[in-house]
Structures are given as C-alpha cells and as structure tokens.
C-alpha cells in the first residue's frame, strides 16, 4: 500500500502532542465535545470522514474507547507512537485516552462503534486479563463472529423499540471481548522470551536513537553478553545485533526522510552520523537505493 505523506509541520505537531497532552482535542465523538450521545454509538466512515477529507486529525476520547472496522478500502491510522496500515477486513481497537489520526483512502468502507468507559468496564464476569486486553492497542484481521456482532450491534442501535439499550449493551459486551480474544491471541503469538528481549532492544534503540551505539553497548545494557543478543536477533529477524541496529537505524532515516524537510545531511546529522557521505553510503547498503532516491517517492 502507497505510503500517505504528510508535511514536517504535521508530523512535528503530531508527535509533540504525544509529549504536551494539554494540547490534544478532547471529544466525546471526533469533533464533538457534548456529553455522550447514547449508550453505545456507531456510524459508517461515509457518515463524517468525508467532510473532512478522509483525514481525521490526531485527538483522543477520555471516556470511550473505539473499534474502526475496515470492511472495504485502505488507509491508515497513527495510534500514539504506532502506524497501523488498515486494507480490506481488518479490525483496530483503540483504547480511552489514546491519541489516534487517521488517514484514509477516499471512498473507504465500514464502521466505528464507540463504547463509554462504564461499560467497557462492566462487563461480566469481570476479568483482569479482559482489562489488560482492553487497555492495549489492537489490531487483527475481523473473524466472522466478531463482523456478526458488530453488524448486529449496528442494527440494533438503528432500531427504537423495547430493550434498545439492554439489547445493545449485551451486543457491545460481546464485541468488546471478542476483540480482546483477538488480541490475547495476537500478543500471546508475539510474546514468547526471545521476542520479549528484541521488543526490549527495540524500546532501547529508540531511546538512544541517534547516539550510535554498538551492539555491545545494548547487549550490557540489557544484562547479556554480545553474542546471545546476536542469537537473539537472528533467531528472530533473521539478522545479526550489529545488522538489526543499523536496520532500526535506518528505518527512521526513512521516516525523516520521507515525512520532513530536514536535508539528507541534517537527517544523518540527526542519527548521529557525523559523514553525509557516509550515512549515504549506509543508507543504500541496507535500503538499496540513495537517500535521495528514497525520497523522491514521496515528492509531489
């Protein structure tokens, strides 16, 4: 799926909003800051994304959390510090008081169903693992049970006749564990110890971003010699310590790259390379094309 661009003044606005939460909007729904309109809510991405250019600008809801189901289309959505493509079937869940934007093909089709935190956390029998479910990001491909009772949950709330809200609440408590199974499996699949430790690697390559450190560095600073995190990472990723640093390195090369206006110089400068025509030549060597080359795609 093509990359959707954005200017350096907009992904700089977004991330510092990640950092100054004072600064994000806070809705009940997008755009609106009334009290909650219904029990639950649900409406179709053709219902509001339109009027603002299928770009939905980054904001976060206090006191409900959200499922997107893409049915038809692609996009995609910036939840907090993670990109999520979104393309035919896929199903994402956003917990309360995350930061989300989206950006989405024009045209694109499906559902956002809204529940109010009171009853995401009413349902019964209460479980703390559903809670911990429920307190993460989500994102799978829609099984058939869970497109069932969120199209079922559509038509409820469309309808006015007795027990609408009994009707519906039963409805979202079963959505709502539904994606958390979704999500248990999802995390269960991806949390065996060797990935545990690389997504450890991964948090700390991120907070030393820029500083050029070795895999010898990680490897002390994670309690291992260099040759386990070297095992590690092969076992997983199939690439040295050494090769997935560099990697990690130069996928936000690309990420500068392609959403600022930084000069590739300044890019490198930024990821601690003192040599233009040594990031350059790094660059190339695990993307297969110049920075510059990289960058063209994204120039309109």
């Known amino acids: 799926m093509a990359t959707v661009g954005m200017d350096r003044a907009r992904i700089l606005w977004y991330y510092s909003c990640m950092r100054n939460v004072n600064s994000i909007p806070d809705y009940a729904l997008f755009g609106e800051t ?41 996009g995609k959505a910036f939840v907090d510090s993670q990109v ?57 491909n829609a099984d058939e049970p869970l497109v069932t009772l969120m199209t079922q949950l559509d038509a409820a709330l469309r309808k006015n006749g007795p027990f609408r ?29 060797p990935d545990q430790r690389v997504a450890r690697l991964d948090q700390l390559i991120a907070k030393h971003m820029g500083q050029q450190r070795s895999a010898r560095n990680y490897a002390a600073e994670m309690g291992l010699s260099t040759g386990h995190l070297t095992r590690l990472c092969q076992m997983t990723k199939g690439l040295s310590a050494a090769a997935y640093i560099e990697s990690a390195t130069m996928q936000e090369a690309c990420r500068l790259l392609a959403f600022t206006s930084n000069s590739i110089a300044e890019v490198g400068y930024r990821l601690g390379f003192t040599d233009p025509s040594y990031f350059s030549r790094r660059f190339r060597s695990v993307q297969g094309v110049t920075p510059s080359q990289y960058r063209k795609q994204f120039i309109r």
């Open 34 to 74: 009334d009290a909650f309109p219904d029990v639950l809510h649900c409406e179709h991405f053709e219902d509001r994304a339109p009027d603002h250019g299928w770009q939905i600008s980054p904001h976060r809801h206090a006191q409900l959390a959200q499922i997107f189901y893409v049915k038809q289309g692609a």
């Open 165 to 193: 809200s009994q009707i519906s609440i039963g409805l979202g408590h079963a959505t709502l564990a539904s994606i958390a199974s979704l999500g248990v499996a999802n995390h269960e699949e991806r949390a065996t110890l």
């Open 84 to 140: 999520f493509d979104l393309f035919d079937n896929v199903v994402l869940y956003i917990p309360p008081q995350t930061v989300h934007e989206f950006h989405l093909a024009p045209f694109i089709q499906g559902m956002v169903q809204s529940f109010p935190y009171s009853l995401l956390h009413n349902i019964s029998p209460s479980s703390a693992e559903l809670v911990e479910a429920l307190s993460r990001p989500i994102v799978a």
